[in-house]
């Protein structure tokens, strides 16, 4: 073939290179004989690896170059002077005593004949110090974490206390403790405020609970009302039926308003029914002292009420729901009512049907009467605790003082029994009542009489000092001007029911609640002291006093009292002035004088000597004269008589 | 204590006694545990634990006893509340001593009021019957 391409094929290289000259030629390496590369390769085995480790060199060594162990051996004596086996007999010796040398000691502890194998302790590994302190350390860190964590907490709490000034608990406690009753029941502080250790036996407890205020209620309390007085950390828990305000109201009525609709004005409730921020939470003296007060009107009511169901009275009391309603006097009634709000439903429990009642402006809670029953009932706890002595020290009983004086005074069965006999709360109270309703209207008598009887002035002085059930009252009846002259003045007591009046003349009048009779015993009194003062400025002007009566037998029948006169001669007994005083009709004021200037001598009398006698009394008008009032005008008419004419 | 408690009350203060020597010893022994623990006094060796085991029940060990003086402390302070409350309530002398002052006070209080109320009344007394003789005597009724 013309186009055929001549390849050359050459064979790679069998030899290593030796050197590569600067002309390129290569120099190859002789190879090795068979037995220098046998013996390189002996050269490289380790005896001391591991068996099979050796046997895979071997494997190599066997698959690599196939030589056979047996001719190495022939070779290693052919090529002794080298000596390459030097290092595999010597390895192969040692091996040979070490294997000895573990054949003996099998054997050995085999047979436990001569020795016994004991296990030796290992040479403590030296390991431990860095794991060991490190893991220490990290304990020892948590641990003291955990220390710190609760000494802070117990610090915090402590600063918080006294760095915002946040009240202690121990130290509302012992202001609590100062004031309260306490004691501890198992876990939980109880307190009584009920009235037993002051003398009350009324069967309702008073029992409250004091608790710790949570801290959060604290800090929003004080956070909303800095300023004000830090918050307490004690909290008390009242009973709900001591809870929210209470009080007695009692009402005067008269009968003919609407006993049905006459119930507490709600005004009445209103007023002291709420307590400054009844919402909020109040401070615990204020909360116990309110619980106080509904513990004691409770007590109060239901004694009322006890006592008008038992007391027979002649118009019987009445007791319905919450109200009590006894006659004071005829027409008038006494409500007693409980009002109780306690501020969970703002519902009061008074008495239905409260209405505003504007009209009955005169039926206003009385407060007088309150506090009286308040204070009867304080002094019926007094009583009940403070026995007179003596009384034996270990009994709670003992008998009264009247008692203790009734043997030595030997007092009869009568005596006694009257003894046993007791006001109860509801007579007293009704009792001032009616001294009330008394006084009131004797007040209202006299300023109308003082209004309608202008001439003698009626000055009526109410004494200071009085009693529930008794009052005095000093009445001056004078003229204006003429009050050294002639003054009359009497003292009406005004009790129960009954007025007691001590007349200047030293009588003593009894009077019933009808003031129809005080008001005529005044009007008595009016036209009296004109007919002394008269007589008295009379005597004055030097007149004489002729006659007197207080109780005249003639002219009509007077509806009060009786007519009183007098005769007046004028110093030199040429003039008289009667004057008659008759309640109904007044004053009448008469005037005669002698000689008579009409006297003329008739068939029956002649003699001139005759005129000398009175003549006919003629009638003044009074009301034509002049003269303040009536003294007056009867001095200036004694004056202008006595003027020698 | 001399006076004759009743009986629970001794109890009580027997047990407060009690409570503030068990948590005192019980810090202590806690403390001393915590230090064992570090001194590493306890052979490892005849403990059957791997080591690491060893070192974490340690830690927990330690954590526990901080706890449990740390509840000790804490147990402390309630029994100091405890005993503060348990003299409040008991402390009737001091109370009584409160009683006697609080009727002190609101006795002179009272006397105080009383001298004012009477003097007022004097007053007022004195001025009623001025006014009520000039009223009377008055045209104006």
New interface residues.
């Given amino acids: 073939m013309a186009n055929s391409v001549n390849i050359s094929i050459e064979a790679p290289i069998e030899n290593q290179i030796q050197e590569i000259t600067y002309d390129g030629q290569e120099i190859y390496q002789a190879p090795l004989s068979m037995s220098e590369n046998l013996a390189r390769l002996a050269q490289k085995i380790d005896f001391s690896k591991s068996e099979d480790e050796y046997c895979n060199i071997k494997k190599e060594g066997e698959s690599s170059s196939d030589p056979k162990p047996d001719d190495d051996s022939k070779d290693a004596g052919y090529q002794s002077n080298q000596w390459p086996w030097e290092s595999v007999r010597n390895k192969l010796r040692n091996a040979l005593t070490e294997v000895c040398v573990l054949a003996d000691v099998l054997n050995i502890a085999k047979e436990k004949r001569y020795m016994v194998l004991d296990p030796v302790q290992p040479e403590q590994a030296d390991n431990r110090p860095m794991v060991q302190v490190y893991g220490r350390k990290k304990a020892l860190g948590a641990a003291a974490a955990v220390l710190l964590a609760g000494v802070e907490r117990l610090r915090a709490s402590e600063t918080m206390r006294v760095s915002r000034n946040m009240p202690d608990f121990h130290i509302d406690l012992l202001r609590l403790r100062q004031n309260w009753r306490l004691k501890k029941v198992s876990n939980t502080i109880v307190g009584d405020l009920s009235y037993r250790t002051a003398g009350s036996k009324f069967s309702q407890t008073g029992v409250f609970e004091v608790t710790k205020a949570p801290e959060e209620q604290m800090m929003a309390a004080m956070s909303m009302n800095a300023a004000g007085p830090a918050p307490s950390a004690l909290r008390v828990t009242v009973p709900p039926e001591l809870q929210g305000v209470a009080f007695i109201s009692v009402l005067c009525q008269k009968e003919q308003e609407d006993v049905v609709t006459a119930t507490l004005s709600s005004s009445a409730l209103n007023c002291p029914g709420t307590l400054p921020g009844d919402g909020a939470e109040l401070h615990w003296q204020q909360k116990l002292e309110a619980a106080q007060n509904v513990l004691f009107c409770k007590e109060l009511f239901a004694r009322l009420a006890a006592e008008a169901v038992q007391l027979d009275a002649s118009i019987p009391h009445m007791v319905v729901g919450n109200q009590i309603m006894a006659t004071v006097l005829p027409g008038i009634q006494l409500l007693i009512g409980l009002c109780h709000n306690n501020g969970q439903n703002n519902t009061n429990n008074g008495p239905e049907g409260v209405k505003p009642e504007g009209a009955a402006g005169k039926s206003d809670h009385d407060h007088v009467l309150e506090h009286s029953l308040h204070q009867l009932l304080r002094a019926v706890h007094h009583a009940n605790t403070h026995y007179p002595f003596p009384h034996p020290a270990t009994g709670p009983l003992g008998p009264s003082k009247r008692r203790c004086l009734a043997g030595p005074m030997a007092a009869d069965r009568y005596e006694l029994l009257e003894m046993s006999k007791e006001q109860s709360l509801l007579e007293q109270i009704i009792q001032q009542a009616q001294h009330f309703f008394m006084r009131r209207r004797s007040e209202y008598v006299l300023d109308t009489i003082a209004k309608e009887v202008k001439d003698p002035l009626i000055v009526s002085h109410w004494n200071a000092l009085n009693s529930p059930t008794q009052s005095c009252v000093k009445i001056n009846i004078m003229a204006y001007g003429y009050d050294v002259v002639c003054r009359t003045s009497l003292v009406v007591h005004v009790g129960e029911k009954t007025l007691k009046c001590i007349c200047r003349d030293g009588k003593v009048r009894h009077l019933s609640y009808e003031l129809q009779e005080l008001r005529d015993l005044i009007y008595c009194q009016i036209y009296q002291h004109q007919m002394t003062a008269v007589q008295a400025v009379g005597r004055c002007m030097g007149w004489q006093l002729l006659a007197s009566s207080a109780h005249l037998g003639s002219g009509p029948v007077e509806p009060l009292g009786n007519a009183s006169s007098c005769l007046l001669a004028s110093p030199n007994g040429d003039r008289m002035i009667a004057i008659r005083c008759e309640p109904s009709v007044g004053i009448q004021v008469f005037i005669a004088q002698s000689p008579r200037k009409d006297f003329f001598s008739s068939e029956l009398v002649q003699d001139k000597k005759w005129e000398n006698l009175g003549g006919a009394f003629k009638e003044i008008k009074l009301d034509k004269m002049e003269g303040k009032n009536f003294l007056n005008k009867m001095e200036l008419l004694m004056a202008c008589l006595s003027s020698p004419s | 204590m001399h006076r004759n408690l009743p009986q629970n009350k001794e109890a009580l203060l027997k047990s407060y006694t009690t409570r503030l020597k068990e948590d005192v010893k019980s810090m202590l022994e806690n403390f001393e545990e915590?230090i064992r623990?570090?001194k590493?006094e306890r052979g490892?060796n005849e403990s059957q634990l791997n080591?690491?085991t060893q070192?974490?029940q340690?830690?927990f060990e330690?954590?526990v006893?901080?706890?449990n003086?740390?509840r000790a402390?804490?147990s402390l302070?309630k029994l100091v509340?405890d005993i503060?409350?348990?003299l409040?309530?008991n402390d009737f002398p001091?109370?009584n001593d409160?009683?006697t002052q609080?009727s002190k006070l609101f006795r002179t209080k009272q006397q105080e009021c009383d001298q004012k109320l009477m003097s007022l009344?004097?007053d007022?007394?004195a001025d009623?019957?001025d006014l009520?003789?000039e009223y009377?005597?008055s045209?104006y009724?």
Wanted: proline share 0%; glycine share 4%; hydrophobic share 50%.
């Fill in positions: 915590i623990l570090a590493g490892e080591r690491m070192i974490e340690d830690t330690m954590q006893r901080a706890a003086i740390v402390g804490e302070m509340s503060k409350q348990y409040i309530l001091s109370v409160a009683i609080n009344r004097d007022i007394a009623l019957y009520e003789d009377f005597t045209i009724k």
